[in-house]
């Protein structure tokens, strides 16, 4: 039998839910759920139910679960980089939190479920929020290098090619490129993307160093390596409708 807890995500009205389970012993037949906080979606399931039964009772709740979310969007709609606002990374919904004082530096951290800012200052509510913009997008593309070079190794060998050297940029509306000399540029943007879909992104540009067209040859390239191509750029197009650029 598998772990009795997991995590998920479903798409639902072209909208990624996470989703958290805890099976147990004691639930017997049916299963319940709720949001909690972090618009995470809480399942409470029976320990012999399968991660297939699970999402196909959320999808057959679509329309609650839906529903659900945007009025807990409007209910929480907290201005970006302040206290309380939600923020994705690689796909999970987090919570960004700040504290102030003169005793600590500047800083950023990811615990749980939160990004923890730290401004020693007092500034005016705009200074803040440019602050914590500030702290959590330098700690962002510093990790942003380290997991693409990671994810553009595993899929240039499983592709057979190989890539001249990476670049994290801000592209704009453009997610990745390849150049003609085979320089990978990524969006850092894509930390915010659950990690199928930046895997997507890695193994698209990496197949441009084959062909550096979208002809059929391309796509049956990258298929091989990834058969659900399709469905992770389904995936891509859901998120850049979420995405300000």
Request: glycine share 4%; net charge positive; proline share 4%.
């Given at each position: 039998?598998?772990?009795?807890?997991?995590?998920?995500?479903?798409?639902?009205?072209?909208?990624?839910?996470?989703?958290?389970?805890?099976?147990?012993?004691?639930?017997?037949?049916?299963?319940?759920?709720?949001?909690?906080?972090?618009n995470?979606?809480?399942?409470?399931?029976?320990?012999?139910?399968?991660?297939?039964?699970?999402?196909?009772?959320?999808?057959?709740?679509?329309?609650?679960?839906?529903?659900?979310?945007?009025?807990?969007?409007?209910?929480?709609?907290?201005?970006?980089?302040?206290?309380?606002?939600?923020?994705?990374?690689?796909g999970?919904?987090?919570?960004?939190?700040?504290?102030?004082?003169?005793?600590?530096?500047?800083?950023?951290?990811?615990?749980?479920?939160?990004?923890?800012?730290?401004?020693?200052?007092?500034?005016?509510?705009?200074?803040?929020?440019?602050?914590?913009?500030?702290?959590?997008?330098?700690?962002?593309?510093?990790?942003?290098?380290?997991?693409?070079?990671a994810?553009?190794?595993?899929?240039?060998?499983?592709?057979?090619?190989?890539?001249?050297?990476m670049?994290?940029?801000?592209?704009?509306a453009?997610?990745?490129?390849?150049?003609?000399?085979?320089?990978?540029?990524?969006?850092?943007?894509?930390?915010?993307?659950?990690?199928?879909?930046?895997?997507?992104?890695?193994?698209?540009?990496?197949?441009?160093?084959?062909?550096?067209?979208?002809?059929?040859?391309?796509?049956?390239?990258?298929?091989?390596?990834?058969?659900?191509?399709?469905?992770?750029?389904?995936?891509?197009?859901?998120?850049?409708?979420?995405?300000?650029?």
């Amino acid at each position: 039998m598998a772990d009795a807890s997991f995590t998920g995500t479903v798409v639902i009205d072209g909208e990624p839910t996470f989703y958290s389970v805890c099976r147990s012993k004691k639930r017997k037949r049916t299963i319940a759920f709720k949001f909690v906080r972090g618009n995470t979606l809480r399942v409470l399931a029976p320990f012999r139910a399968s991660q297939g039964v699970i999402e196909s009772i959320l999808y057959r709740r679509a329309d609650w679960i839906s529903r659900e979310r945007s009025r807990r969007m409007t209910d929480s709609g907290k201005a970006p980089y302040t206290d309380g606002a939600a923020f994705s990374y690689l796909g999970f919904p987090c919570t960004v939190r700040i504290t102030q004082g003169a005793l600590a530096p500047r800083s950023c951290a990811l615990l749980p479920r939160r990004f923890v800012v730290h401004v020693p200052e007092e500034l005016s509510p705009d200074g803040l929020r440019d602050e914590v913009r500030l702290e959590l997008l330098l700690w962002i593309k510093k990790r942003a290098r380290t997991k693409f070079k990671a994810r553009l190794d595993f899929w240039a060998q499983r592709l057979g090619v190989s890539y001249k050297k990476m670049i994290v940029a801000n592209q704009g509306a453009r997610w990745g490129s390849c150049s003609a000399d085979d320089v990978i540029r990524l969006n850092w943007k894509l930390m915010m993307a659950p990690l199928r879909v930046v895997d997507y992104v890695v193994a698209h540009e990496l197949s441009h160093v084959r062909h550096k067209n979208h002809s059929v040859r391309f796509w049956s390239f990258l298929a091989r390596a990834m058969p659900d191509c399709e469905l992770r750029r389904s995936e891509l197009r859901t998120l850049e409708r979420r995405v300000d650029f």
